[in-house]
Every structure is written in C-alpha cells, then in structure tokens.
C-alpha cells in the first residue's frame, strides 16, 4: 500500500490525548493515515515534507463569523482605522471621488465605541459624499448610518416616523432622523441594496476564505445568510455552491440559515407544523466541505450599542435594559418550529435576559422533540449569570464566546455593564469547570478573526487600556488552542472528523514557527503562520515547504513500471 505523503521532523500538537505530541504524520487520501509510523509504513509515502522544526497544530476552525460580510468588506471603503469623525468624512469623500453623481457610497467597519460614541453627521456626510447618498455599516452589524441622500431615498419608500419592531430609526430633538438605524430598522436601507448579485457574493467568499488560509483557519461557520439584515441574498447559499464548484471556497464551511429565510413547509396531517425549507432540508446536509448548519435566530441586540437585552440597567442609562428583536412568544414559537423541521437552534443572545430566554427555549425543544442533528448554541454569551452557565452545561447547550471583543472593546463594555456584570461577560473557564464545550470565534468583522490572536485574548482578557476584564474568566494557551480544534469540533457536530491529527481525521493542519502554549502569553499572537494545509494539499505557504518525491519509493514504482 502506498501513502501520498509523509510530514517528518515536525513538532506535532495532535490534540489526541492518547497520543499527544508526534514526530511525523502519513497522510492519504486528504485524511491522516498514522502518527508517527514506522519505517517501513513512512517509506511508503509518495512525498515527504521536512517540517524542519516547525509546529504543526490542526487547522483552525471559527465556528462564528460572517464570510461574505468579511469580504464584501474588502471592497468596500473601510473605517476601521478611523480614529476620529474628520477621518471618516475624510475616507468617505476619498472613496465618494471616483463615483458618478448618483451612486452610492458604501463603507464598512465604523466603531462607534472607539470614537467615545460619536456618530457621523449626516449634513457633514453629505457634504464629503458631494451629494451622493453614503451607508456607513458598524462593525457590530447591529447599526448603520445614512447621510441625508440616502433618507431622502430611504423615505421614498418607507415612513421614517413609523414604529418599527425590534429597531429604532434615531431622531433629534426636534424629530430630524440623524441617520442612524439600529437593528431591524437597518432593513430600511437593505430593502434599496439587497440582493447582492451571486457573482459579487461569490467574489466575496474567494477573497474572505483566501484570506483565512493565511491565518491558519481551515474551517468557518457563517453565522447567519439567506435573510433578516445578516443575509445579501435569499439564493445566498448557491453562491457557496458556486465558489465551492469554481475552486473559489479555500476553506470548510457550515452556513447558517438565518430564521427569517425559513417558512413553513406543508405535509401530511400527521406531520407536526413545521417551518424548515423546502423539500424537507435541513441542518446537517452536506459533505466535509460544505454543509448546512443551524438555523441563527437572533434575540436580541449588542453591547456596543446598548441593545442587548439585560436584566439590569446599562451603567449610566437610566430604564435602559436593550430589547428582544420580537416578542418573546413569537421568538419561542418560530424557534419551536424551525426545530421541529430538523434545524438546530443557533441563537444570538448577548445580554443575560436574552440568554435566559434562549435557555428556556432550546431547553424546551430538546425536552419535547429530542437531541438536533447538531449541537444546540447559544451565541455570544456577553452576559451570562452563574447559575445560567450551570443550566448552559447541564442541558449541553454550547455556548460561543468571542473573547477578542475584550482587546478590542472591553473599556467600553465595562463602562456599561459594571464590575459585577464584567465578571460574568464572555465566559471561558467557567465552561470548561462545569465540563460544557468552549469553542472558538470571532464574529469576524465584528472584530479580528485572526485565531492566534483571539488565543491570545482567551488567555490574558487585557482591554485595550491594559485593565484584566474578567480575571478569573482566563484560560491557558493550551486550552486556547484545544477551544480553536477540538472544542470548535464539538461545536460543529464534527468531533469524529476535525480538530484532533490522528488516523481517520480530515488532513487539516497549520505549520507554525513557534509552539503557541510554549511562549510568554504576550507572545501568542507573534506566532507565524508558515502554511496551511486543508485535505492533504498544502493551500497557503507552499513554498515554505516542498513536497519532494521519495527515492526509494520512485525507484520501486519506475522498476515496476518497466516490468
């Protein structure tokens, strides 16, 4: 039997515990044949690669981020560097310049909390867009704001003055919007732009999931596509189809449908209501490349603009408690459905009281209907009670924490939620205590996806001002790296597949310069990326380690040849 390659001299972090570390691997068929084989099963290997040294950890798995929005991000103007309000009018008149008279200006990755809450003016926005209507779009994806030209356009539509479920169109005081819309009110503005052309979604996906490979990722959940304000299309999905048939889709994905974009499906009368897809679809179709997730229903808002949904007042904001994005009978109810239709339940809770409610519901489902074909989560987590993280773990509910928001916004989000509430805010070892899964995530754009770098947050949880935000809530390096492989495996429904480097388990792996839980916590995130291997085939840094043919092994198979 012959191997297609042998990766030798290498520093291996398998994440098996029945053999932890390893010298080698033999890897056939895009999956790992035996760790550390003996010589006479490596001299088998078609190819070798002399890791020289290096690292080698399972590939990366974000189990929360936003592929297309990520991409769609790169085209478009950014504001994530902005540090100021004459920044951004100045990057949107730069990106307003080349455009004709009427067209839009589209910028992405504006952060509010980094600029002390300031929001852009509209009549300034005007001014730098020379008149053409601007959509700035937050980096919490809860908000966007508009310019006077595009209200003007906006409110040929739509009454700007109307009560909107589960969204607010802001105002001054004399009843002028400003411009900033905040969570459904931001269909407003979507129902001008959307749907996005596949081919545009596609390119999105090319250049977001090019990009992963360069950061070790291999596997990404997409949470939320095909509806509500997270989707750009309602075919969204055919447009991972199409970039997985072109060669454009580098990496493994399991796209969530957003509830919005699921309806309900007739059957025979014996058949429970149900709302699902049609033809019955549901969570789990798919191969090891593409495969459909959860359903994502979103509860309520964010931190970063007050709308979470807590139980106690926001710090400073008197009666402000955040909200639910519907009623909470019709959230239960639909949740209900979708899962009775087969789909797991993935729901966007941040604030403690939007947790409670999604405790209650996935609790409800799996009592009445039984376990989902995948894990049921809840996403977020940026407040959750001890005793919730206790019912999170005895229910096996996944909770998905994002821990980079703390190096990037944690000042802030301590502002509002007060020293108790900061000790309970996006939880990590108090999972692993109570044995529930800790994954990683992102919620790139939200904020950086970069896996090594969030590792780092997991284990120093330092604000950007330096303060420890949450101290009891850190990790270790090791169990940072076991949260981005095996735990993001577990959340994913994927454990007997990924996140572990032994024999049976997909060939997904990263050559590192550096073993990550070996260095100084500040030192976590300087680690390189060397390459990046999905399915047995090096994908990112080739170069960096050439496959060379083995001697024997070529000799043996030229004499056989000439048999």
């Not at 290096?54 to 994530?80: I, K, T």
């Not at 310019?147 to 479920?165: K, S, T, W, Y």
Request: glycine share 10%.
């Amino acid at each position: 039997m012959f191997a297609d390659l042998l990766i030798r001299n290498a520093r291996i972090l398998t994440q098996d515990p029945a053999h932890p570390e390893a010298g080698s691997l033999l890897i056939h068929g895009g999956k790992v044949l035996a760790v550390d084989p003996d010589a006479d099963l490596a001299r088998r290997a078609a190819r070798t690669i002399d890791a020289a040294g290096a690292a080698v950890v399972p590939g990366f798995n974000d189990v929360h981020a936003h592929s297309v929005w990520f991409g769609l991000g790169l085209m478009e103007a950014n504001l994530g560097a902005v540090r100021s309000l004459e920044d951004v009018y100045r990057v949107v008149a730069e990106a307003a310049a080349p455009l004709a008279a009427d067209e839009w200006v589209i910028a992405s990755g504006f952060s509010p909390l980094l600029l002390g809450g300031q929001q852009p003016d509209r009549d300034r926005l005007d001014a730098a867009a020379g008149g053409r209507p601007v959509w700035i779009k937050h980096s919490s994806g809860h908000a966007c704001t508009l310019n006077g030209a595009a209200l003007a356009r906006v409110a040929e539509r739509a009454d700007l003055a109307a009560p909107i479920d589960g969204g607010v169109v802001a105002a001054d005081e004399t009843g002028r919007p400003t411009g900033l819309l905040e969570e459904n009110a931001m269909r407003l503005v979507q129902d001008l732009m959307l749907p996005y052309p596949l081919e545009t979604i596609e390119r999105a996906l090319d250049l977001a999931t090019t990009h992963y490979l360069s950061e070790g990722i291999t596997s990404v959940t997409d949470a939320g596509i095909a509806g509500g304000w997270i989707g750009y299309s309602p075919r969204e999905f055919a447009a991972y189809q199409n970039a997985r048939d072109k060669g454009l889709l580098s990496v493994r994905m399991q796209p969530m449908m957003v509830l919005d974009a699921l309806h309900r499906v007739p059957g025979h009368a014996s058949d429970p209501e149900s709302r699902g897809l049609d033809a019955g679809i549901r969570s789990g179709l798919g191969d090891d490349w593409l495969r459909l997730g959860s359903v994502k229903i979103f509860s309520d808002g964010s931190l970063l603009g007050s709308t979470a949904y807590v139980t106690e007042e926001y710090v400073g904001c008197p009666h402000n408690h955040g909200y639910l994005q519907m009623d909470a009978e019709t959230l239960r109810a639909s949740a209900l459905q979708a899962y009775r239709a087969g789909w797991a339940i993935a729901m966007h809770a941040i604030g403690d009281h939007a947790v409670d409610h999604a405790i209650d519901i996935i609790t409800e489902a799996q009592e009445t209907y039984g376990p989902a074909a995948l894990p049921n989560r809840i996403e977020h987590g940026g407040v959750v009670r001890p005793e919730q993280l206790d019912r999170i773990a005895a229910a096996g509910i996944v909770l998905v924490p994002q821990p980079h928001f703390i190096t990037e916004f944690g000042d802030g989000m301590a502002r509002l939620l007060g020293p108790k509430r900061t000790s309970w805010s996006y939880p990590a070892r108090s999972l692993l205590e109570r044995g529930a899964v800790l994954p990683g995530s992102s919620d790139r754009p939200v904020s950086n996806g970069r896996p090594l770098d969030v590792m780092q947050s997991f284990v120093q949880r330092l604000t950007p001002s330096g303060a420890v935000y949450g101290p009891d809530e850190r990790i270790t390096a090791a169990q940072a790296l076991a949260a981005y492989t095996t735990g993001s495996a577990a959340a994913t429904g994927t454990a007997d597949t990924k996140g572990r480097l032994a024999p049976g388990y997909l060939a997904d792996l990263v050559f590192l310069d550096q073993d990550p839980t070996a260095v100084e916590p500040a030192r976590i995130s300087a680690t390189q990326v060397l390459a990046t291997m999905v399915g047995g085939e090096i994908r990112f840094g080739a170069e960096n380690f050439p496959a060379r043919a083995q001697a024997g092994l070529a000799a043996a198979s030229m004499g056989k040849d000439s048999e």
